[in-house]
C-alpha cells in the first residue's frame, strides 16, 4: 500500500514538472495580449462528429501557420470552436451567441446544409459573415448578404458527373439510384437534366431512405431488367458498400459511378473489390500533384499523423481566405464580408477559388477511380 | 426477375424472422415489449467483429463468445433497469420506456467505443451459390432462413417440453402463483433475458455478415421491422413470428421492385395494419385470458 502511495506520488511530481515545462515553451510568437477572433462552428460530438473534427484539425492547422507567420494585423489569430452537435436548433443557439460576442469577426461553418441554411438568418441579422467550407444546398447562399460557401453546388457537380458518365466512360444507357432526401434529390435533378443533354438515356430512377435501407437486392434486381450500361450513384459511401456488395452477391457486373460524396477510403475497406473501377467526381484528392496540395498535406500529415479529406482541405483554406479579407478590411464586420466577396483567384489547396457574386464557388473537379484497392487520378 | 424477386423478399424475411424470434419470445414469458432488442442486435454484431478484427479470433469462436457476453449483458439490463421497476409494481409501460432507454444508451456507448462510422464485417461464411437460369441463390441465404426455422422449432421445444419452459410458461402465467409453486421467477426472467439478447447476437451477427456492414444505427429499423413481424404473426407465438418475417420481407420486396423503390416501407406496413384490422390478434394469435 504504502510503496504504491510513494509511487504515485512520484508520478505527480515528474508529470507536473514535465507540465510546467511544456506551458513555458509555448509563448506565441505575435503580440498575444490582443487577439482575433474566430469561430469555427461544426459537429464535434455525435453522429457528424468525424465531420466536424476535420474541420477543427484544418483550421488549427492554418491558425498555426498564421501566427507563425506574425498573425492577423499583428495580432495573434484565436480559434473558438462550437459544436452544434449537426442540429438545426442548436445551431441557431450556437449562432445567436456568435452574433453576440463582438470579438468574433467570421464564422467558418456550419457542416449539413440543414445546420447551416437553420442559422444562416441569424448570421444575416447580426451581419456576421458564414463562411460554410461544405454546404451545398442551393439556398443557402440566397438566405442574406453574408452567406458564403466553398463547396460546387450540385448545379456544378452533378453536370460534371454526368459528361464523366456519358463522355469520358462512354455509357448511354443510365441507371440512377439515389438518397431520399435534399441532397439526393437536387443531385438526381441535375444530373438527370445534363446526361439527357448529352444524349444519355435513363433509364431507371430507384431511391431509398439513408440509414434504414439496408437492402438493395429488390432495387438491383429491377435496374438489371432494365438493362442498363451503368449505375450511377446519388449516394453517399456506406449504402455505396452495401449496393456494390449486392450487386455481386447477386451476379451482376454493372459498372459504377458517383459524387464526391463517396471519397472515403472506408468505401473500400468496406466493399473490397466490388466497388473495384468505380468513377467519382472529387473536390479534393491528397494523391494531387500541385504544390499547394501536396504541401498542405504534407503539413497536415505531419500534424495530425493522418491522410486530410475533403472536408478539411475546404475548411483549411475556408480560414485563409477569411483571415486574408479580415487583414485587409480591418476589424469590421461589415468591412470583411465586403472584402471576403471580392476573393478571386485564390489559390487553395482545392484549385482556384472565385466567388460569384451570389457568393457562390465555381471549382473545377477531378475526376478519379478505384484501381487495385486505391483512388487513383482517372483524368 | 420475378423469381429472383421472390428469393430476395424471403432472404430478407427470413433476416426479420431470425430477429423477431427473440423479440417474441421474451414478450410470451414477460409480457415485455423489449425495445432493447435491436440495440442488442447491433451491440452483439459489433462485438464479434470486434473479437474477430482486434483479437484475431476465427469466425466461430468469436460467435460463440460475443453470443455468452450479450447473453450476459442481458441479464445485467434486466438486473439494473427492469428488475427495480417490477420490484417496486411499476406500471408495465414504465418498463417499456426503460427498455427505450437502454437501446438509445447502448447505441451511443457503441457510437463512444467504436466510432459512429459504418464498418466492413468481413464474409466469414463465403460458401458460394446455386446459379439456377434467371436467378441465383446463395447458401448464406439459406443459412439465415434455416437457422431462423431451427431457433424457432428448439424455443418451441425448450417451451413446450423442458422443466424450465414449464416454469417458464408458469411465471408468464402468473408471478406470484409461480412463486408460491417453489419457481425462482428472477432466475426464470433472467433465463429468459440471457436466451434474447443471445438470440438477438445470433440475428446481429448473421445479418451483419449477409450485408457485410455494420453501424451503430442498425438495430433502429431491424428492430422495428422486427417488432411489426412479431405482431403481424401474433406476439408471443413462435412459428408467428418466422410467418410474420416472411410476409413483410417479400411485400416489401415485392412493392420495391415492381411499384416503387420510395414507397418500400410504407406498403409493407400498410399490409400490416390491413391484416392486424381484420385479425387484431395477428395471424397465428389466438385470444389469451386476461390475468387478473
Known amino acids: 500500500m504504502k510503496k504504491v502511495f510513494v509511487f504515485s506520488l512520484l508520478m505527480m511530481v515528474v508529470l507536473s514538472v514535465l507540465l510546467a515545462g511544456c506551458s513555458t515553451e509555448t509563448a506565441a510568437a505575435p503580440d498575444a495580449t490582443e487577439e482575433i477572433t474566430i469561430a469555427v462552428a461544426a459537429p464535434l460530438s455525435g453522429d457528424y462528429a468525424q465531420y466536424g473534427n476535420a474541420f477543427r484539425r484544418a483550421t488549427e492547422l492554418k491558425a498555426e501557420e498564421i501566427n507563425a507567420a506574425g498573425g492577423i494585423l499583428g495580432k495573434e489569430l484565436k480559434l473558438t470552436f462550437l459544436d452544434d452537435r449537426n442540429d438545426a436548433r442548436e445551431a441557431t443557439n450556437v449562432a445567436q451567441r456568435l452574433v453576440g460576442d463582438k470579438k468574433v469577426l467570421g464564422v467558418i461553418g456550419h457542416f449539413s446544409s440543414t445546420a447551416s441554411l437553420a442559422a444562416s438568418s441569424v448570421y444575416e441579422e447580426g451581419g456576421l459573415v458564414q463562411l460554410s467550407p461544405t454546404t451545398s444546398h442551393p439556398d443557402f447562399t440566397k438566405q442574406g448578404q453574408y452567406m458564403f460557401r466553398n463547396i460546387n453546388t450540385q448545379a456544378v457537380e452533378a453536370p460534371i458527373a454526368a459528361d464523366m458518365v456519358v463522355n469520358l466512360m462512354d455509357k448511354k444507357r443510365i441507371a440512377v439510384i439515389y438518397i431520399n432526401n435534399d441532397w439526393g434529390i437536387t443531385a438526381r435533378d441535375h444530373f438527370v437534366e445534363a446526361a439527357e443533354a448529352l444524349g444519355g438515356e435513363i433509364v431507371a430512377e430507384e431511391t431509398f431512405i439513408g440509414g434504414q435501407t439496408q437492402d438493395f437486392t429488390s432495387t438491383l434486381t429491377s435496374i438489371h431488367s432494365k438493362n442498363p450500361d451503368i449505375i450511377f450513384l446519388g449516394t453517399f459511401y456506406a449504402e455505396t458498400g452495401m449496393i456494390a456488395q449486392q450487386m455481386k452477391q447477386l451476379g451482376y457486373d454493372y459498372p459504377l459511378a458517383g459524387l464526391s460524396s463517396l471519397y472515403n477510403e472506408e468505401l473500400i475497406k468496406l466493399a473490397g473489390d466490388a466497388v473495384e473501377g468505380l468513377y467519382m467526381t472529387s473536390n479534393f484528392f491528397p494523391g494531387d500533384e500541385r504544390p499547394a496540395a501536396k504541401e498542405f498535406v504534407d503539413k497536415f500529415r505531419d500534424a495530425h499523423g493522418q491522410v486530410p479529406n475533403q472536408f478539411a482541405a475546404v475548411a483549411y483554406e475556408s480560414l485563409g481566405m477569411l483571415a486574408g479579407a479580415i487583414e485587409t478590411a480591418g476589424e469590421d464586420r461589415a468591412a470583411i464580408r465586403n472584402e471576403l466577396a471580392k476573393i478571386a483567384d485564390y489559390e487553395g489547396v482545392t484549385g482556384s477559388i472565385t466567388f460569384s457574386k451570389d457568393r457562390d464557388v465555381i471549382k473545377e473537379m477531378s475526376i478519379i477511380k478505384i484501381q487495385n484497392g486505391e483512388f487513383v487520378i482517372a483524368q | ?292
Request: charged share 10%; net charge positive; glycine share 10%.
Open chain 2, 1 to 292: 426477375m420475378f423469381f429472383q424477386q421472390i428469393i430476395n423478399g424471403i432472404t430478407l424475411g427470413s433476416i426479420y424472422a431470425l430477429t423477431a424470434v427473440g423479440y417474441t419470445m421474451v414478450f410470451g414469458i414477460l409480457e415485455l415489449v423489449n425495445f432493447s432488442h435491436g440495440s442488442v442486435y447491433m451491440f452483439g454484431a459489433f462485438l464479434c467483429l470486434t473479437l474477430m478484427t482486434a483479437l484475431g479470433l476465427g469466425f466461430f469462436p468469436a460467435f460463440i463468445i460475443s453470443i455468452v457476453i450479450t447473453g450476459m449483458l442481458g441479464i445485467v439490463i434486466d438486473r439494473l433497469a427492469l428488475l427495480p421497476l417490477r420490484r417496486k409494481n411499476a406500471p408495465k409501460v414504465a418498463s417499456l420506456i426503460s427498455t427505450i432507454g437502454i437501446s438509445i444508451f447502448l447505441q451511443n456507448l457503441v457510437m463512444v467505443m467504436w466510432g459512429s462510422e459504418t464498418k466492413n464485417f468481413p464474409l466469414a461464411l463465403n460458401l458460394g451459390h446455386i446459379q439456377f437460369n434467371s436467378f441465383r441463390i446463395s447458401y448464406l441465404q439459406m443459412i439465415i432462413l434455416l437457422t431462423s426455422l431451427i431457433l424457432m422449432m428448439g424455443l418451441t421445444l425448450l417451451v413446450k417440453k423442458t422443466k424450465i419452459g414449464k416454469a417458464m410458461r408458469a411465471t408468464a402465467q402468473n408471478m406470484e402463483a409461480a412463486k408460491l409453486m417453489g419457481i425462482n421467477v428472477n432466475l426464470i426472467i433472467t433465463f429468459t433475458f440471457f436466451l434474447g439478447a443471445a438470440l438477438a447476437t445470433v440475428a446481429g451477427v448473421m445479418v451483419g455478415m449477409y450485408y457485410q456492414s455494420v453501424d451503430p444505427m442498425m438495430g433502429f429499423m431491424a428492430g422495428l421491422k422486427a417488432f411489426a413481424a412479431a405482431v403481424l404473426g401474433g406476439i408471443g407465438v413462435l412459428p408467428g413470428a418466422i410467418l410474420g418475417g416472411l410476409i413483410i420481407g417479400v411485400s416489401e420486396t415485392l412493392a420495391a421492385g415492381y411499384i416503387h423503390s420510395g414507397y418500400r416501407d410504407a406498403i409493407a406496413f400498410a399490409i400490416l395494419i390491413a391484416v392486424l384490422l381484420i385479425k387484431p390478434t395477428g395471424l397465428l394469435g389466438q385470444k389469451v385470458q386476461k390475468k387478473v
